[in-house]
C-alpha cells in the first residue's frame, strides 16, 4: 500500500536511532579534572607509596580529593574543581620529588562514562580547547645543545681528515663555550691543519693562538651559521612534535612556533596528559658503536649497561650511525618472546652500516640509548624566584651482540626491559629523534579562551535557533512540522553520536555547524512539505500527494546537499584549525540531516497516515 515503509525499512532507521542514542549518552557525563602521576620510565609503574605520599600532600594543604586509583602502571586522583589542579600539581610535584625525582605529574580529566558504556567503545565527544579546553605546553628548545651536538659531528669529521692527511694533534676537543679545540706539537703542523680545514669548511671562525707549550686552533661557527644551526634544531623538533603528537592520536592538535626558540602545543580533549608531556618533551637517541679494543682508532668510552646485568662495556669513540638515520621502528617479541624493536634505516645508514658491520665481523656492535632529561630547578635570583632547566644526559648500553654476519638496513634490537619500553623506543624512533633537547616553560589546562559568556552564549543561540525552528515549523505545518521537529531531533542525536564515535573535537565554530545543520535540515523537509501542498492544490488525494512530495523533491534536495559537502571537504583539506572543526561538524551534520529529513519524515509522516482513508492533511 502507499505510504508505508516495509518491516526491513522500519526496523534499520529504529536500529539506527537507538545506536545514536546510546552513543550520543556518554556526552551527559562530564568528565573530572584529575591529576595524574606517570613515571618518566614506561617500564616502571606508579607504587602505592607514591600515591599515598601524594594523597597526604593535598590533605595537608586541604584540597579537596577523591577517588585515588592506581590505573595500569600511573596514579590518579579526581578533585572537585579546575581550581584546585594547578594547586595540586605544583603541591604533588614538590611532595614526590622529595622522594624520587623520576616521576611526571601532569593535569587530566577523568572520564566518568559508565563502564557499561565503555564496554561497547561509547566515549564522550572531545572538546576544543575554546570549550572545555585541554592541556597547554610552551617548550623551549635548548639551541645551545643544538651547536654542542654539531660541533660533536664535525669533530669527529674533522679528526678524520686530520689523520688522512697524517697532521699529528694532541687533542681535539668541544669546549663548553660551543668551540672546538685543537691542540697541535708543532707551529708547522697547526698551520697545515688551519689551511686545510679553512678550505674544507666555510662555516667556521679560525682564531689561533697559543696554550702552554701548544699551538692550538680554536673553531666557532660563524653568526650565520650558529643561526642555521639554531633554527634547523627548532624546525625539526617542530616536525618531530608533530609526528609525536600524530602517533598520540589527538584530533585537531596545534604545534606551531612562537619566537626564536619555542614551540607552542595545543591538545584538545586529550585524556592522557602525563603520557603526552613524558613523549613529547623526551629527548631520546640511539648510537651504534663497536665495542673497543686494543686496534681501536680515536679512543673510546666506558658505558654502563641499562638493565645493570653486565657492569660496564668500553665502546668506540666513532659513531656509525644514530637514531636519525632510523626510517622506521616496530615494537614485537623475538624468538623467546622477549621485547625488540625492528629497525629500518635509511640509504645513508643502511651502507655505512653494512661496510663497517662487513669489515668487522666476530666484534660486537653496541646500541647506545642516550636520554637528555630535563627538570626546572628553583633558584632565588635578586630577591625573585626563577626557575632554571637543569640538563642532565643519561648514556646506556641497551645491547651488546656478536656480529655474525655484515648487516644491511634492517635488524633488530634486543635487550630491552619490557614490551612497554620497546613501544616506546620504536614511537620516538619512528617519529624521528629531537634535534635538541627540550624543557616545559609553561604547562596548563586551558579553559574556555572566549569566556564562559561566549560558551554560554553559543550554547543558547543553539537552542534558540532550534526552539525558533520548531515553533514556526509546528506554526505553518502543523502535524507535518511535528513529524520534522521528531525528526531534527533524531538529527542532533546522530550527529553527536558519530562525533563521539570518530573522536571528532567540537569547537565553537563546529557550534556554527550545529546550527547550520539544523537550518539544513529542516530545509529539506520545507521543500517536501512545500511540494505536498503544492501537489494537493491540483486536486491531487492526499496519499497521492504525501507520496509525490518526497519523490519529487528528493532530486532538488540531494543536489543542494552534494554541493554544501564538496564545499564543507574544500574547507576540511585547505583549512586548519577551527575551519577544520566548522568542516567536520558541517560534513556529517549533512550526511545525518540528508538521512534524517528523508528517510525519517518519511517513517513518522507513515505511520500517522499510512495504511488508513485519509480525506485531509493537516498541513
Known amino acids: 500500500m502507499i505510504n508505508r515503509y516495509p518491516l526491513w525499512k522500519n526496523l534499520l532507521i529504529v536500529v539506527v536511532f537507538a545506536f545514536g542514542l546510546i ?11 584529575a591529576v595524574q602521576i606517570t613515571s618518566e620510565s614506561s617500564s616502571i609503574s606508579v607504587s602505592e607509596r607514591i600515591l599515598d605520599k601524594a594523597i597526604a600532600a593535598l590533605d595537608k594543604a586541604g584540597i579537596e580529593h577523591f577517588d585515588e586509583q592506581l590505573i595500569n602502571n600511573y596514579g590518579l586522583i579526581r578533585l572537585q574543581s579546575r581550581d584546585d589542579q594547578l594547586r595540586a600539581q605544583a603541591i604533588i610535584d614538590t611532595a614526590i620529588t622529595e622522594l624520587d625525582s623520576g616521576y611526571v605529574v601532569a593535569l587530566n580529566l577523568a572520564e566518568t562514562t559508565p563502564e ?36 660533536q659531528v664535525y669533530s669527529a669529521e674533522i679528526r678524520q681528515k686530520l689523520r688522512e692527511n697524517k697532521l699529528r694533534y694532541r687533542k681535539l676537543s668541544v669546549d663548553e663555550d660551543d668551540s672546538l679545540l685543537i691542540r697541535f706539537a708543532k707551529e708547522s ?12 669548511y666555510d662555516e667556521f671562525t679560525l682564531v689561533d693562538g697559543q696554550l702552554e707549550k701548544y699551538f692550538t686552533l680554536s673553531l666557532g661557527f660563524s653568526e650565520q651559521k650558529t643561526k642555521e644551526i639554531e633554527d634547523y634544531a627548532v624546525r625539526q623538533n617542530l616536525t618531530t612534535l608533530r609526528n609525536r603528537v600524530n602517533e598520540l592520536g ?38 651504534f658503536r663497536l665495542q673497543a679494543n686494543a686496534k681501536s682508532k680515536g679512543g673510546s668510552q666506558r658505558f654502563k649497561f641499562k638493565n645493570d646485568q653486565r ?3 668500553e665502546l668506540e669513540k666513532n659513531i656509525i650511525v644514530t637514531g636519525q638515520n632510523v626510517s622506521n621502528a616496530q615494537a614485537g617479541f623475538d624468538e623467546n618472546g622477549f621485547p625488540e624493536v625492528n629497525i629500518n634505516l635509511d640509504t645513508p645508514g643502511g651502507k655505512m652500516m653494512h661496510r663497517i658491520t662487513r669489515d668487522n665481523v666476530g666484534r660486537e656492535l653496541g646500541v647506545l640509548f642516550i636520554e637528555q632529561k630535563t627538570r626546572l630547578k628553583t633558584q632565588v635570583a635578586d630577591g625573585k624566584t626563577v626557575k632554571v632547566p637543569v640538563r642532565t644526559s643519561v648514556k646506556e648500553i641497551i645491547s651488546l651482540a656478536t656480529i ?73 505545518f502543523k502535524m507535518f512540522g511535528l513529524a520534522a521537529n521528531i525528526a531534527l531531533t533524531f538529527n542532533l542525536v546522530l550527529l553527536i553520536a558519530v562525533m563521539s564515535m570518530i573522536s571528532a573535537t567540537l569547537t565553537l565554530p563546529g557550534i556554527a555547524g550545529i546550527v547550520l545543520t539544523v537550518g539544513m535540515a529542516v530545509d529539506a523537509n520545507v521543500l517536501i512539505f512545500a511540494r505536498i501542498k503544492e501537489e494537493l492544490a491540483n486536486r491531487m488525494s492526499p496519499h497521492a500527494a504525501i507520496h509525490a512530495g518526497f519523490e519529487r523533491a528528493f532530486v532538488t534536495i540531494l543536489d543542494a546537499n552534494i554541493t554544501t559537502l564538496l564545499v564543507a571537504v574544500i574547507l576540511y583539506a585547505v583549512g586548519t584549525g577551527p575551519v577544520k572543526g566548522f568542516a567536520v561538524t558541517l560534513s556529517i551534520g549533512i550526511l545525518t540531516s540528508m538521512f534524517t529529513a528523508i528517510m525519517g519524515t518519511r517513517a513518522i509522516v507513515n505511520l500517522m497516515y499510512g495504511g488508513r482513508r485519509i480525506e485531509k492533511l493537516s498541513i
Open 189 to 200: 703542523v697547526r698551520d697545515e691543519a688551519h689551511a686545510l680545514i679553512n678550505k674544507e
Open 250 to 287: 589527538v584530533s585537531e592538535p596545534l604545534v606551531q612556533r612562537q619566537g626564536r626558540n619555542r614551540i607552542v602545543v595545543e591538545l584538545p580533549g586529550v585524556q592522557d596528559t602525563a603520557g603526552a608531556k613524558r613523549l613529547l618533551g623526551k629527548a631520546a637517541n640511539l648510537e
Open 116 to 151: 557499561w558504556l565503555k564496554s561497547i567503545g561509547a566515549g564522550p565527544m572531545k572538546l576544543g580547547l575554546d570549550l572545555s579546553g585541554g592541556v597547554h605546553f610552551l617548550l623551549e628548545v635548548d639551541t645551545s645543545a643544538a651547536a654542542q651536538q654539531k660541533l
Open 311 to 313: 657492569g660496564y662495556a
Open 23 to 33: 552513543y550520543a549518552l556518554p556526552n551527559l557525563y562530564p568528565n573530572d579534572p
Open 404 to 476: 655474525q654476519a655484515p648487516l644491511g638496513n634492517r635488524f633488530r634490537i634486543t635487550g630491552l626491559d619490557s614490551p612497554g619500553e620497546a613501544a616506546e623506543l620504536a614511537l620516538l624512533l619512528r617519529a624521528g629523534a629531537l634535534a635538541a633537547p627540550m624543557h616545559f616553560v609553561e604547562e596548563r589546562t586551558v579553559g574556555p579562551s572566549l569566556g564562559a559568556q561566549n560558551i554560554e552564549l553559543g550554547q543558547r543561540s543553539v537552542a534558540i535557533g532550534l526552539g525558533l525552528v520548531m515553533v514556526f515549523m509546528l506554526v505553518y
